[in-house]
């Protein structure tokens, strides 16, 4: 069993810095890749990054790519999202969640693909 906990959202101005944190706990943590999500109000939850369980093959889409890195310590069982230029559209819920599959290489990129989920912490950008 994982669980995940989620820090570090908060309410910051239009072209702003945020970092998150995601804590991992459970035996099989280090070995799962992690994914951040996010979900504004009335939308479908989005993909924010993926990072391999060794920290190895992140991967950004077009809506996040340049402006979010993330990153993982699995000495820290931490995983982060840094987030810079912020705008008011990634106003969200933004969920930290560890794969179902083991040791993969390319974590996936689908929302199924992970049986584990924290509770979310809340971004707002204000324009």
């Known amino acids: 069993q994982v669980q995940l906990v989620e820090s570090g959202g908060r309410l910051v101005q239009a072209g702003g810095s945020v970092k998150l944190s995601c804590v991992g706990s459970?035996?099989?943590?280090?070995?799962?890749?992690v994914a951040w999500f996010r979900q504004a109000l009335g939308q479908e939850r989005e993909l924010v990054a993926t990072?391999?369980?060794?920290?190895?093959?992140?991967y950004h889409p077009p809506t996040s790519k340049g402006r979010f890195t993330i990153s993982r310590d699995n000495a820290k069982r931490t995983v982060y999202l840094q987030m810079s230029s912020l705008r008011p559209e990634d106003t969200a819920v933004y969920y930290c969640a560890a794969s179902r599959s083991t040791y993969s290489l390319s974590p996936p990129v689908y929302s199924a693909d992970y049986d584990y989920w924290g509770q979310g912490t809340q971004v707002t950008v204000a324009s």
């Open positions: 990072i391999g369980w060794k920290g190895q093959n992140s």
């Open positions: 459970g035996r099989t943590f280090a070995e799962r890749g």
